[in-house]
């Protein structure tokens, strides 16, 4: 399975790298930004995208719109540090599969993947 | 509710739970625990001493239904956050007097007051999870009582002073009592005395130019010019925002216009407000002397005001006499 | 300047720390002030430049009624935090429908400055706290207290700071609802309490690196 996690900041997407499930067999890439993540989805196949909103230039949010205009969306699981209700709507509109609160506990990772069938 | 055991250091000697027990009981504070539901978990001898409700009459209950008093959906908000951030919260007295109202605290030397309460709520974390919150009520009676004497001390103070805080000369209360003593003192040694009203032009533009800071800069900056250029026997008040009056005895109008003439000049050279923030202000000035038909220091003021005004409508930065011939203004 | 004590790397994963905790921070906020709050941190600076002015650069702010506030904090690791408003925050504060006493009334004097005191400590509480739970630090606080007035703030922003402190300065920006303003965090810590986080930091970031 291949894992894209985006995020700008390097211990996020080492937590995140870290909480993915033993058992799930994965090739991991990162990217630091909205543009690297767009260079990566639409250059190869990606499996599951975690991915943060806040970055600077290109955010979380423009990314699935780009996304979405493309009609290349992978399953992915939005990881943030905002969880008022406002971002989660918007964000599921945007075709996202599940949102997770930051900091990220493996267990709840494993449950997003277990209820959207990746598991 | 199942409390977690207190893990044991080793190697440390320990305070044994019973000694840490009194302890909070008996200190000179009020300590309350409560659940997440508002259930009290554990109630101090301050507060049983000071509310006369023994812990057995309050322990197990819900705190808002023992204490209706108590302002509920703040304090139910107050806590929801501790319980969800796991952070400490504070009141202070100086915008809510009190938590729980204790009267009669004080049989000896209390007035009727209530007293006043800090408090601190604290979360009792244990695994990660905020498992109940102690709320810290300290008596803060005399801090209250200190900060009122002080604060009418300075009202006292303030209202006896003469001077204006920001720029040092007299300020109007003063003023108008002067202004009475120098007139009685012109008429009884048959002598002159001008009076000299000027203000900031444009004072609102420099204010929403520059803000409020150079603004006061620029008040400072006319007093300064003020004092400086009339003689030590005149004297100078801030009579509103931007306004000055100056009372020159002994002289006449024809020299108070010059004296009018050189503040004027003075004042237009531009000079550093802040660090770095040049600035250049004018004044109009309004002057008249007084005249044996002058019927009060009212009508003194209103003259110099006058003229004033006609120094503005006539382009400002300018001095303006005025002419009691004509009952108006003229240069 | 001498060697700052944390690298950018450090500061980075700080940062993300100090961003996790200001979005749980917000979430609380926004139950209690009833409506949309957004607390986010664009960016971290750690300095010991002596000027303290310069820090929080408010030359570009609405200056004349700026707000700030103190508050001392001790535990694994000590120092004083200072958060500084823009004066629209009191505007924004007038009229919240969730600390409102009575619905639709406006807050007293009292009530905006005890909201004000209770916005600080929040937003203190979720910078430092932010640090010191990842790190499995415990820190514990004084109560908070208001600088009384412009002078006092612009008297205290113009000394110098003590040359062996080094400060860490996070951006806040504050979003209400529709409204937006400016705050600045300062986390001043001594030398001692930023080598305990920088073996702290070594240690997280060690162990997110093995397995």
Same mark, same amino acid.
């Given at each position: 399975m291949r894992v894209l996690i985006v995020d700008d900041s390097r211990l996020a997407r080492m937590t995140l790298r870290k909480a993915l499930p033993a058992s799930l067999s994965t090739e991991v890439v990162e990217a630091a930004n909205g543009d690297e993540a767009l260079a990566c989805v639409s250059s190869s196949q990606v499996d599951l995208m975690l991915l943060d909103l806040t970055m600077p230039g290109r955010? /979380?949010?423009?990314?699935?719109?780009?996304?979405?205009e493309m009609g290349r969306?992978?399953?992915?699981?939005?990881?943030?540090?905002? *969880?008022?209700?406002?971002?989660?709507?918007? *964000?599921?509109?945007? /075709?996202?599969?599940?949102?997770?609160?930051?900091?990220?506990?493996?267990?709840?990772?494993?449950?997003?993947?277990?209820?959207? /069938?990746?598991l | 509710m199942a409390l977690p055991p207190v893990e044991p250091q080793p190697g440390l000697p320990r305070l044994p739970i019973a000694l840490l027990t009194i302890l909070v009981d008996r200190i000179n504070v009020g300590i309350l625990t409560v659940a997440a539901d508002g259930t009290v978990l554990q109630w101090n001898r301050f507060l049983h001493a000071h509310t006369r409700l023994s812990p057995e009459e309050v322990i197990g209950g819900n705190l808002y239904e023992r204490f209706s008093a108590l302002p509920r959906a703040w304090l139910e908000q107050k806590l929801r956050r501790v319980f969800l951030l796991k952070t400490f919260a504070f009141t202070s007295?100086?915008?809510?007097?009190?938590?729980?109202? @204790?009267?009669?605290? $004080?049989?000896?030397?209390?007035?009727?007051?209530?007293? #006043?309460?800090?408090?601190?709520? @604290?979360?009792?974390?244990?695994?990660?999870? =905020? #498992?109940?919150?102690? @709320? =810290? @009520?300290?008596?803060?009676?005399?801090?209250?009582?200190?900060?009122? $004497?002080?604060?009418?001390?300075?009202?006292?103070?303030?209202?006896?002073?003469? #001077?204006?805080?920001?720029?040092? =000369?007299?300020? #109007?209360?003063?003023?108008?009592?002067v202004l009475e003593t120098e007139i009685q003192r012109a008429r009884r040694y048959r002598q002159e005395l001008s009076v000299l009203m000027f203000d900031i032009d444009h004072f609102k533009r420099v204010n929403d130019t520059h803000g409020h800071l150079v603004g006061d800069e620029a008040i400072r900056h006319v007093a300064t010019k003020a004092v400086s250029t009339l003689r030590a026997t005149d004297f100078v008040a801030r009579y509103g925002g931007e306004e000055f009056v100056a009372l020159l005895p002994g002289e006449a109008v024809s020299g108070a216009l010059i004296a009018a003439e050189r503040l004027r000049e003075a004042v237009a050279k531009p000079f550093a407000a802040l660090v770095e923030i040049p600035l250049s202000i004018t004044i109009s000035v309004g002057v008249t002397g007084l005249r044996p038909d002058t019927a009060a220091a009212k009508m003194l003021l209103a003259e110099a005001d006058q003229a004033l005004y006609a120094s503005k409508q006539a382009g400002r930065d300018r001095v303006t006499a005025f002419d009691p011939l004509t009952a108006s203004a003229v240069h | 300047m001498t060697t700052p004590i944390l690298s950018p790397e450090k500061l980075d994963a700080l940062q993300e720390l100090v961003n996790i905790g200001m979005g749980t921070a917000g979430a609380a906020l926004a139950e209690a002030l009833g409506g949309f709050v957004g607390l986010a941190v664009p960016g971290i600076d750690l300095t010991n430049r002596l000027n303290v002015a310069a820090l929080f650069d408010v030359g570009s702010w609405a200056e004349d009624e700026l707000e700030a506030v103190h508050q001392p904090f001790f535990g694994a690791f000590m120092g004083e935090s200072m958060i500084v408003f823009d004066g629209r925050v009191h505007a924004h504060l007038a009229n919240l429908p969730g600390y409102a006493v009575a619905p639709g009334a406006e807050l007293s004097s009292a009530e905006q400055q005890e909201v004000l005191l209770d916005l600080a400590n929040v937003v203190i509480g979720?910078?430092?706290?932010? %640090?010191? +739970?990842?790190?499995? +630090?415990?820190?514990? !606080?004084?109560?908070?207290?208001? !600088?009384?007035s412009r002078s006092e703030i612009r008297t205290f922003l113009s000394r110098d700071a003590a040359a062996w402190h080094q400060g860490l300065i996070v951006n806040v920006d504050f979003k209400l609802e529709a409204r937006s303003f400016l705050s600045r965090v300062l986390v001043f810590l001594p030398e001692h309490s930023?080598? &305990? %986080?920088?073996?702290?930091?070594? &240690?997280l970031l060690d162990g997110l690196a093995a397995g």
């Open positions: 955010d /979380g949010y423009q990314v699935l719109e780009t996304l979405q969306t992978p399953p992915t699981i939005v990881v943030s540090a905002d *969880v008022q209700t406002l971002a989660v709507a918007r *964000v599921m509109k945007l /075709g996202a599969i599940a949102f997770l609160k930051k900091s990220l506990k493996p267990a709840d990772l494993t449950e997003a993947l277990q209820r959207a /069938g990746l | 007295w100086r915008q809510r007097p009190y938590l729980f109202r @204790i009267e009669d605290h $004080r049989p000896l030397t209390g007035g009727s007051e209530p007293m #006043r309460q800090d408090c601190a709520f @604290i979360p009792l974390v244990h695994d990660g999870e =905020v #498992r109940a919150v102690s @709320i =810290v @009520i300290i008596d803060v009676t005399d801090t209250y009582e200190s900060q009122t $004497r002080l604060d009418e001390t300075l009202a006292t103070l303030a209202a006896q002073s003469e #001077r204006d805080g920001l720029t040092g =000369v007299y300020n #109007r209360r003063k003023l108008e009592q | 979720a910078c430092v706290n932010g %640090i010191a +739970e990842p790190l499995q +630090e415990i820190v514990s !606080f004084a109560a908070p207290a208001r !600088f009384g930023l080598q &305990r %986080i920088d073996a702290a930091l070594t &240690r």
